[in-house]
């Protein structure tokens, strides 16, 4: 199956501030020389379109969607080709480096292998080290990588928001097709248009906004995935199954026990219908690179990422992620949002997939105030203007707020609080 994402020019908005300011404009005017002001409204309007395959074994030779994700669009030249790897899928598929090359080999009129694979360490660790960046462009500077040099990343969430974002900024860009390796990068980050690193203690301080040239998400490499893996990606699925399409939460539900289970089946429609849904929130939302403050997808993330950064990334993404959904839609439950009954099934939603609704870190305060309430400042700053967080409305609805009340907030944090606590 093959699903295009087209993002259609959202510019305008960078364009509409371009020319003099209205500072500029005042100086002058003060400045009485008497010169008209002049300001040119520049307009730009850009087209995006990167292909998804789901499928099986994509370095398999006979498998078209690697070739096709990366020479249809100038099939009458040879393709120069970096595969970075993500350490724990090398270890854990041991005949991948030899099957890269004899696709390569077998596609030699389209492709060509411009070094051995790199294997990077991956994991969350990868995106704390800010010099792994710099060790790629020194990779890809002594091999003379240009604009039109593709960079295949296979790995997790973690190794393809590293290396995507390296290559986004090597150049100005460098092309990326992405072949992601875990439920959560399948479902959600890898078929989107983020990459980034942490930095101060903050996630994805340094990143940009970086389309790929295409996403293969190759089915088998979930057989390699740890359970626990497995199942915090789930978290992403619940999340926008919650504020975009209530017909696939109910379906959650009915495989809850064979997805806890990590059955390949039920994980591989999961995969294919919470990608897209995030591909048609990129391709419809009309701002695909979060211009404005609102951030639907972002539900339950503002204390996610508060939540990794207090554990050291003891948590995983997808396990904070599913504490956050826990938190918001108990929050929405206090706040009159959403009825006791939706907040209840979100919670046994998540429970029954092996999630976790809490975790020691939210007892922690400072000043007798909870530690984690601070993530709340910290979103707001990292979408820039007004606090916009997304809360439950119904099942499938979500809603947007800009205020938080705290003390509420902090009464739906402590009804999470086990009972044996
Ligand atoms: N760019 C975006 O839009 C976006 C969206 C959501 C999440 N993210 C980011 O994605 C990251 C989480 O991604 P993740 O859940 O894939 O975690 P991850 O990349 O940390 O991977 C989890 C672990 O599984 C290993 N692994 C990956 N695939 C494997 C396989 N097939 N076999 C064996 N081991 C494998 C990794 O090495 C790692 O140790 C976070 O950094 C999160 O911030 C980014
Ligand atoms: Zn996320």
């Not at 009309?286 to 990794?308: I, M, N, Q, T, V």
């Not at 938190?327 to 939603?349: H, K, M, N, P, Q």
């Not at 400042?377 to 990292?382: G, N």
Request: proline share 4%; charged share 25%.
């Amino acid at each position: 199956m093959v699903q295009n994402a087209i993002l259609r020019g959202h510019s305008s908005r960078l364009g509409t501030e371009q020319g003099l300011s209205a500072h500029e404009d005042r100086d002058r005017a003060a400045g009485g020389d008497g010169e008209p002001t002049s300001r040119h409204l520049q307009q730009v309007t850009v087209e995006f379109e990167y292909p998804v395959y789901f499928t099986r074994d994509a370095f398999a030779p006979a498998n078209p969607c690697l070739r096709e994700a990366i020479a249809t669009r100038e099939p009458w030249r040879r393709h120069r080709l970096f595969a970075v790897i993500d350490r724990n899928v090398a270890l854990a598929s041991p005949w991948l480096v030899g099957a890269i090359h004899a696709y390569v080999e077998r596609h030699h009129d389209a492709l060509e292998l411009v070094a051995e694979p790199l294997v990077l360490e991956g994991g969350e660790a990868a995106k704390n080290d800010t010099a792994v960046a710099t060790r790629l462009h020194t990779r890809w500077n002594e091999l003379g990588m240009d604009r039109q040099s593709v960079i295949v990343i296979v790995g997790g969430g973690a190794l393809l928001d590293l290396a995507g974002y390296a290559a986004a900024v090597a150049h100005r860009g460098l092309r990326v097709v992405r072949l992601p390796t875990s439920v959560l990068a399948q479902a959600d980050s890898g078929v989107g248009v983020k990459c980034g690193v942490n930095l101060f203690g903050k996630k994805n301080f340094v990143g940009t906004f970086a389309p790929p040239f295409g996403v293969v998400n190759d089915g088998r490499f979930l057989e390699t995935l740890a359970a626990r893996d497995v199942v915090a990606g789930m978290a992403e699925a619940v999340k926008v199954a919650l504020i975009r399409d209530g017909d696939f939460f109910a379906w959650l539900v009915a495989h809850a026990d064979e997805l806890a289970a990590c059955a390949l089946g039920p994980l591989g429609e999961l995969i294919q219908r919470c990608a897209a849904l995030h591909l048609r929130h990129i391709a419809t939302s009309g701002d695909p690179f979060e211009l404005g403050s609102a951030r639907p997808l972002d539900f339950g993330h503002w204390a996610a990422h508060k939540l990794e950064a207090m554990t050291r990334h003891r948590l995983r993404h997808g396990e904070a992620v599913a504490i956050g959904l826990a938190i918001d839609a108990t929050y929405a439950e206090r706040s009159g949002l959403c009825d006791a009954a939706t907040a209840a099934s979100v919670r046994a939603l998540l429970g029954r997939l092996g999630l976790p609704l809490w975790d020691e870190a939210l007892a922690q305060t400072a000043g007798g105030r909870r530690v984690v309430l601070d993530g709340l400042a910290e979103f707001r700053e990292h979408l820039g203007g007004e606090l916009t967080i997304t809360l439950l409305r119904r099942i499938g609805e979500g809603v947007e707020v800009h205020e938080i009340r705290e003390s509420l907030m902090e009464d739906a944090i402590a009804r999470l609080v086990p009972a044996r606590q």
